[in-house]
Nanobody, 119 residues
């Protein structure tokens, strides 16, 4: 099995920055077989939204709403995926969840970390 644990959320003022981390642990075989990692977010009363993704080859993609402000990256040595968030806006307020898809197309989910952007 594989576990995903997010951290780094919190309260930040508009224009500020946060870096979210997604620590991956468990079966090394399954970790190495992951096809992609993604960050999703869900605000109260809204549908879950794909924020950013990174494949096992390093290709990245972003939601239009975060392009130029957010950066997804991964440190294979630390089995950690990051989401650097800059120029944060109140509309970025949400629970951010890390997800991973392995080679059998099984999807793993973390518990999430809350990000609140407010003055």
């Amino acid at each position: 099995q594989v576990q995903l644990v997010e951290s780094g959320g919190g309260l930040v003022q508009p224009g500020g920055s946060l870096r979210l981390s997604c620590a991956v642990s468990g079966s090394i075989f399954r970790i190495n077989a992951m096809n992609w990692y993604r960050w999703y977010r869900q605000a109260p009363g809204k549908q879950r939204e794909l924020v950013a993704g990174i494949t096992n080859s390093g290709s990245t993609n972003y939601a239009d709403s975060v392009k130029g402000r957010f950066t997804i990256s991964r440190d294979n040595a630390k089995n950690t995926v990051y989401l650097q968030m800059n120029s944060l806006k109140p509309e970025d307020t949400a629970a951010y969840v890390c997800s991973a898809l392995d080679s059998t197309y099984y999807k793993y989910w973390g518990q999430g970390t809350q990000v609140t952007v407010s003055s």
